[in-house]
């Protein structure tokens, strides 16, 4: 008997098990990491961009890093909130490291089109240009003072000469502080 007829016999027979669904039967979810949340750029963000992440995160299906559109006017809806309170959260949550811009919005009158800003996840590899995850919120870190919050991601290592009221004013003390 061959392998032809084996199949044949047995389909005849209903011996042939149905193979499971690999779907989550009730439906998608966001995936939020212990190793994420404990973070302290996690823990210094407000309610609102928790929230605002969260429906962020929602919108990635495993293939659009970096094409996930969200306008100010959406997060406002989500958060039940003004435009530019949304704004600010969104902001925030690019400050702390979380999601970074990977095509700005636009509106151009000869095409007519508009579009909302699109942003890639940092804790996934993005799909637009293959660089794999940077998970730059983990860099974030917290002021000495408390009242001013820095990101190591954006100055890496390097000192950052102070400005304004701490560092050199006028030209005459700043030519002084550098030599």
């Known amino acids: 008997m061959g392998a032809l007829a084996r199949y044949r016999l047995r389909e005849a027979e209903g011996g042939f098990v149905k193979k499971k669904s690999t779907k989550n039967p009730r439906g998608n979810f966001v995936m939020l990491y212990h190793d994420m949340i404990a973070r302290a750029a996690w823990k210094s963000l407000n309610g609102n961009a928790q929230a605002l992440y969260v429906h962020i995160a929602a919108r990635y299906n495993g293939k659009n890093n970096g094409w996930i559109s969200f306008s100010a006017r ?37 095409r007519g089109q508009d579009c909302a800003t699109e942003y890639r996840l940092t804790e996934y590899s993005c799909n637009v240009t293959g660089e794999p995850a940077t998970y730059k919120f983990k860099y974030w870190r917290r002021a000495k003072n408390g ?33």
């Not at 989500?78 to 400050?95: C, E, G, M, Q, Y």
């Not at 009242?147 to 009221?165: F, L, W």
Request: hydrophobic fraction near 25%.
């Open 74 to 110: 959406e997060a406002a809806q989500v958060l039940h909130s003004s435009k530019d309170t949304a704004a600010r959260t969104i902001k925030f949550l690019i400050d702390r490291g979380f999601i970074t811009v990977a095509k700005r919005s636009g509106f151009n009158l000869k």
């Open 147 to 179: 009242s001013e919050n820095i990101s190591r991601s954006d100055h890496g290592d390097r000192p950052v000469r102070p400005r304004g009221p701490t560092g050199p004013t006028t030209g005459t003390e700043r030519n002084r502080s550098l030599d």
